[in-house]
């Protein structure tokens, strides 16, 4: 019920087959958010298999208040799959615990292995995951902590961060944590009825070391440099590349062909071609596209309009000379 999380598998073993898709269920059979507790697998043909249930975790292992699996969703070699764990409780509403939740830990068969705690995971929302055969940088975003109000013992606004999680890797043995860095600070987050919290959601890292962020409660993406090997944390607004004009509550987010970043939308949204070419460190986001396609039948001027319609008019200029230039 309501699939969050989505990882591709990159090798076959257990019962994980490349190609294949891994989804996380966000909610229960009763449908209340925060309570999912299911993965499924894809195969590229449409058939679908519940790949893990995880209704209880092993003895030893805990989550701080309970699971309830998010889009927080990776694998990393060894086929060892990671996801992430924000419980809800009376019916929906977030655990006042701080930190709360986990990143829960499941081998190629689908049975949990181990759960990974500390005070820099806070209600993990997303991750994304860059890894070698020794070694994995697993960067989540947090939709939890920094509390500014709360009622009745739960949390409603706050400021979270964006950690990078540093794993060894050896044959036949869980990931280990190595270390964890706070590397983005002041993301704020807020509770909502509809989509139970607003935070950061979709994160992407770049060939040259950046990790980019978009901010579902702020409608912004943020830059994160030297992520990978940085030891202190930027703030949101310090790394602000691109807020509003077309993004409206994105949800998603991925790096495609000639370094361009596409959200993906949380609401209606439009392609939002807003930021100027070459902010950031040389590297180009002349396209933060949602996922929804044009409308057909636009061609030419009619076409770069619809494209650029709500951004301020320099912005718009910027984006048709990105497009001559890309």
């Known amino acids: 019920m309501n699939p969050y999380g989505v990882a591709v598998v990159p090798a076959s073993g257990g019962r994980l087959i490349a190609g294949d898709i891994l989804v996380s269920n966000f909610n229960d059979k009763a449908n209340v958010q925060g309570t999912g507790t299911t993965i499924v697998q894809v195969s590229p043909a449409g058939k679908t298999s519940v790949f893990a249930r995880i209704t209880a975790l092993p003895a030893g292992q805990s989550c701080p208040g309970g699971i309830g699996l998010t889009t927080a969703l990776g694998i990393v070699p060894g086929g060892w799959v990671i996801v992430g764990s924000l419980p809800t409780s009376r019916g929906g509403v977030l655990p006042g615990l701080d930190p709360a939740g986990c990143l829960i830990v499941l081998n190629d068969r689908g049975s949990v292995a181990e759960t990974i705690t500390n005070p820099d995971i806070v209600g993990p929302w997303d991750l994304t995951v860059k890894s070698s055969a020794t070694s994995a940088e697993v960067f989540v975003s947090n939709a939890l902590g920094g509390n500014i109000t709360t009622h009745d013992g739960a949390p409603v606004t706050g400021n979270c961060t964006v950690v990078r999680l540093d794993l060894a890797l050896s044959a036949g043995s869980p990931p280990k944590l190595a270390s964890s860095t706070a590397i983005g600070t002041d993301f704020p987050w807020r509770a909502d009825k509809a989509a139970l919290i607003l935070a950061p959601t979709g994160?992407?890292?770049?060939?040259?070391?950046?990790?980019?962020?978009?901010?579902?409660?702020?409608?912004?993406?943020?830059?994160?440099?030297?992520?990978?090997?940085?030891?202190?944390?930027?703030?949101?607004?310090?790394?602000?590349?691109?807020?509003?004009?077309?993004?409206?509550?994105?949800?998603?987010?991925?790096?495609?062909?000639?370094?361009?970043?596409?959200?993906?939308?949380?609401?209606?949204?439009?392609?939002?071609?807003?930021?100027?070419?070459?902010?950031?460190?040389?590297?180009?986001?002349?396209?933060?596209?949602?996922?929804?396609?044009?409308?057909?039948?636009?061609?030419?001027?009619?076409?770069?309009?619809?494209?650029t319609a709500g951004c301020p008019a320099g912005r718009r200029r910027s984006a048709r000379r990105a497009r001559t230039t890309s």
């Open 203 to 307: 994160l992407a890292l770049s060939g040259n070391g950046t990790l980019y962020v978009d901010d579902t409660q702020t409608n912004s993406v943020s830059a994160i440099p030297q992520a990978l090997t940085r030891t202190s944390a930027i703030t949101a607004a310090a790394g602000t590349l691109s807020v509003g004009g077309a993004l409206h509550a994105p949800l998603g987010m991925t790096i495609v062909r000639d370094h361009h970043h596409a959200t993906g939308p949380g609401h209606r949204q439009r392609r939002n071609q807003c930021a100027r070419p070459g902010d950031h460190g040389g590297t180009r986001l002349a396209r933060v596209s949602g996922f929804r396609t044009l409308a057909p039948g636009l061609t030419g001027a009619r076409r770069r309009r619809r494209r």
